[in-house]
């Protein structure tokens, strides 16, 4: 499984922005897809994930803000993104867990300054 992240980019304090990570490599939808950061100096952290049933989990951090979705039949997963904050700055990492295995994309770099 490969997967492809994009939609990162530079955003003023209180904007949006959209994520798209397309997996493919696989005839079957993908158990678990998310999304993942880390800003500088700090570990990776979980942001928000959606199972194929459409199940989700998000960090307090992102809870209110942040909404997870996914397209099955294209095995995408999104990630809208408002008011963001300038702690909200990072490398946004794709990730997928298919058949007890884990794969990561490879990151895409959201900023968040004025």
């Known amino acids: 499984v490969q997967l492809q992240a994009s939609g990162g980019g530079l955003v003023q304090p209180g904007g949006s922005l959209r994520l798209s990570c397309v997996a493919s490599?696989?005839?079957?939808?993908?158990?678990?897809m998310g999304w993942y950061r880390q800003a500088p100096g700090k570990q990776r952290e979980l942001v928000a994930d959606?199972?194929?049933?459409?199940?989700?989990n998000y960090a307090d951090s992102a809870k209110g803000r942040f909404t997870i979705s996914r397209d099955n039949a294209k095995n995408t997963v999104y990630l809208q993104m408002n008011n963001l904050k300038p702690e909200d700055t990072a490398v946004y990492y794709c990730?997928?867990?298919?058949?007890?295995?884990?794969?990561w994309g490879q990151g895409t770099q959201v900023t968040v300054s004025s």
């Open positions: 490599g696989s005839s079957s939808s993908i158990y678990l």
């Open positions: 990730k997928a867990r298919h058949w007890g295995l884990v794969y």
């Open positions: 959606i199972t194929s049933g459409g199940s989700t």
